[in-house]
Structures are given as structure tokens and as C-alpha cells.
């Protein structure tokens, strides 16, 4: 092993957490920021007020890609790379669309095939955002609230969700849709949020939360839920003032605090995410006379690291893919990246590490877990956040757990004793 790898070593197995490594990159190209795209490992898409930048290395180094006329009125918003050459654009902030309709005069959403080089106006009639793919075929994207499907790369459009006042959605395993009607603060203490599901790519609807309108709104259902991120069908999160987490399209769901105290607060709030799994997550809260922090989780909500508030003004927007451990953060005129095993928060102060013996560390093909009450359930999670270990006990103060299989690296350890969630870390070596 090296010696930096040795260092770290020592470090975990004393109990120092790892934190993430967060650096403003000193080589971004001086622009008005606008909107951030990370589609793969390495490769990384940022517009600008002048023009669309690009870095093949994780943004240690940038090259322009094209830059506006000073005439051009066309200038993108959002951005969204399906890979590396293909993507999608338009002239309306990222967030959604529903909230940002009056930004820009100029609707359109636009397709490159080139990474970036040229773009095609694949429909001037509406003001797109919040893109997102099932393939390169089958798009979905918000517009004024609606929710509009594109079966064919976007050369048409087809309104499968009109009248609700969409705030924000989410697709799962390529037709499974969650969907978010916009209500109003007047009535947000007596009528509960809603939250549809479309099973069929769109074609039909059903509202799965709440489950009926009887009684009063309960206290544990949030005032407020205008965003979501589903992982699997029926798993993920919504969350506006708190927020909600099901594992079963919300016949069950806990609530966890998002820092958001009060109404007023709220209205000058909204919520850009970056979501990479379940178990990894990032929220910054934005506001027009307010800056927010960026905090992280990786337990589906019920514990936040905060980051700090480094970010000037107002975080614009940040972004991750599902294949490595870096995510960023753009403002108005900085970009800022996250990187390193503990970057979604495991392992920080506000986790609180538990005083479980895990033995020998590192690991190698077998360890052992003892805690001083009895374990009924032990779960552990790579550091993509997969589930890759689950097992039920009976009242055992200790255990032996097999990771001969597991490849080498982090994970994290999630223990269930006497409704208590404890966790841990181990590295496989």
C-alpha cells in the first residue's frame, strides 16, 4: 500500500472522519454561469452567459466549445448531456419551469448531436425545463406546468400530464413518472400535497399520496412538497418545507426536517438537488435576497451535513453522474467541486459514528461486528450507494459477516438495534 493509502487507514480505524474535498476550480472560464451538466465520469458541460464550456477531466481544465454573437438572443439555460456527444438545451433556468415560465421571451428547447459544436430548434413554441431521459428517443421535459413526453428526440411533443400546474417530476426505470401538482400557501394547512404516478409512460394517472381527502391534514404530512427524486418505482423522496421518504409508493413514509422553518422563509426558497441514488444526495435552497448551503445525506433524509456557505450570492445549480464521486456547484460567477469518498456526508461529525467494535480493519475477507445490545438487522452500502449486504439477527451481541466478495474501497455500515440506526465504516482491503 502507499503511504498516503496507509495514512488514511489509520485515520479510519481511529475514528477521523473523511471528509470531502471541496475546491473552487481556479482554471473555469470567467462567464455569468447559468447551468451545469455531468453526464459521465470525467466530462462536464457548463453554459454561460457568452457561451458553452467544456472539460474531458473533471474541470481541472475547460475549453470553449462555442461562444454567442453579441446579437445572438439564444442563449441557453439549461443544459442536459445524455453522454458525451448528445444533448439537450433550452433558454429557461434548470429548475422548474412552472416557477420560471417569465425568465426569458424566447421559448425553445434545442438538441445537439456533436457534444455542443451545433444545436437543432426542435420545438420554438413553448419554454421548456427540468429535462430528463429515458434514451435518446424518449425525452421527457416540463413546460408552464405541464408535463410533455418527446417519443422521437425530440422532433415532437405530446402533453401527457396538462392542468395541474407541475412543479417538478421524476422518471423511474424508463416509465414509471412521479409528478407534483403546485398548491398554495393560502390553503397548504387544510389541503394536503399531492403526488401522481404514471406506470405507463405517461398514458394514464393515478394519485398515490395522500390516499384520500377525509379528515384534516395530519401533522406529520408537510406543509409544503414541491419537488421529488424517485430511485426505483415506488422508493425516493419529495420534499419542499421537509421532507418525505417512502419505500412504498407512500402507503408508508417517514418525514425528516430540511431546515426551512416558517412560510415566509419558504417563499423565498426553492430546492435544486442533485440525487445520484437513494442513499447519496444533495440540496442546495436558493433564494432571491438569501444565500443557502449545500448540505448533503446518505440516509435517505433523516440526517444532513451541512457543507458551508461558500457560494457568494446563490447556488445556480449542481450536478453529479451515477459513475464517480464528484459533484458541483455553480453560482452566478464561481464553480465549486466535491470530491472524494465522503462527499454525500458519510462519516461526518453530524452522522454521529457509533461505538460499534468492527474487527480486524481494514477488512479483508470476513470481519466482525459486536455492540453491546442486540442487533436485529445489519445493512451495508457501497459507495455508490448500492445495497449490497442484508441480513436479520435474533438478539445477537455479535456477528461475523462474510466480504470476500466485496471489492476493495469504502462502505458503510448500517446497524438496527432496539429501534435504534447506528452506523459505521469499514475499508475492504
Known sequence: MTGLFLILVMLFAMGFPLYAQVEQLPNAPQDEYRGISHPLSGIVYLSGRDGLYKSVDNGDLWGTVFTYDSAELKRF???????EMNGFATRTPRRNSYWSSNTTPNPGIYRTSDGGVSWVCMDSTRQFSNVQF??????????????????DGGITWVNVFAGNGITDYSVVDGHFIYALPKYTYEYASIIYPSIYKSSDCGN???RIFPKDDNGDKPPHVPWIIDQCFFFAEGKGYAYGDHMVFTENDFDSFETHGTGVTSESELSNVSLSKCLRSGFQMAVAREGCFYSYPVSTSCDYGRHHYTLGDYYGYYVCDLTACEEDTVFFIITNTEIYRYKGSDFHGVGVADLEISEIQIYPQPVSDRFRIKYESPLDR????????????SEKYTGQTEVSVSSASWKNGFYLIKIFSNGNILYNKIIKN
Open 204 to 206: 394514464s394517472w393515478i
Open 77 to 83: 439555460f439549461g443544459i442536459w448531456f445524455w453522454d
Open 134 to 151: 429515458v434514451n435518446l428517443d424518449t425525452i421527457f421535459a416540463l413546460s408552464e406546468g405541464d408535463v410533455y413526453r418527446s417519443s
Open 378 to 389: 445489519l445493512e451495508v452500502y457501497d459507495m455508490q450507494g448500492r445495497m449490497i449486504f
